[in-house]
């Protein structure tokens, strides 16, 4: 087992392989005994702030149950207090850091969290920026896990915008050896340079991930184990939603696209989903849409994540 203790995750990309499946082992432990440790809370000494520049519903549930479940006092912060006032970001973490033990941010620049991580003598979390969403990719990783019996060697197809979430789950594949086919209209494709730190992670560590970005949602998914997508315009998007949605004609997750993935594939979302819009109803609501499983394991990892950091 990995000590991590004291680690900030940022992107994902600075765990190894190692580091991963502790979270996944830990996070498995905690998982079939919750509702026994629940009950005697270890870390009551300890205190954590939830900064939440941007909306959330699930990250924002987990975080504070998964503190509650430990015994850490959660402090959830909004638009309206933390960075407010033109407060910077150094005297920001300054001050938090007097009080809490960890710092726990979702907001819009990768730059600003990877700036409080700089300044933070305690432990950071990323709970979703414009370009990743490390602790949503460790529970996919848990649950695809907990379907399939295994993730190295599968394939994960994601079909549609290279966003956040493409961008993650390339980190995820090339640190677990899962191969990982982005499949993106003409301007929408993941950013170059994470394609490269993808490619390179997976070099590093020897796991045989091969990452690949193409443009047909067919190619991507025949023959996948897993099939993703997320929103066609994500939070900030808002405006450009009526001319994303034609630019993603063709690249709805559609009961005859899942039949061109392999047998026994399941379907993933981080939610929160548009039905009708990536994905249909009848996916979504299949019995190899494993969703809901998904958003509960965002509980059980972030559970890990901070019992090994804080
Ligand atoms: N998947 C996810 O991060 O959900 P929220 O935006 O509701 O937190
Ligand atoms: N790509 C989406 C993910 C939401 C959890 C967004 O950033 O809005």
Redesign the pocket.
Known sequence: MQNLHGMDLLTLGELTPADVSTVLERATAQKQTRALTRRVPTMTDKSAALIFMK??????VSFELACVDLGIHPVVLGAGDAFSRNESIHDTVKVLERYVECIVI?TFAQADVEQIAEHSSVPVVNA?TDDF?P??VLADLLTIREHKGHIEGLTLAYVGDGNNMANTLMIGGALTGMHVNIASPQGFEPRADVVSTAVDLAARHGTGAVIHVMRSPHEAVAGADVVVTDTWAS?GQEAEHAQRAAAFAGYQVTEALMAEAAEGAIFMH???AHRGEEVTNEVIDAPYSVVFDE?EN?LHVQRAWLSLVV
Do not use: G, N, Y
């Open positions: 909306p959330s519903m699930r990250t924002r979702r979703l969403h602790c949503q939070m981080c939610l929160p958003a965002r």
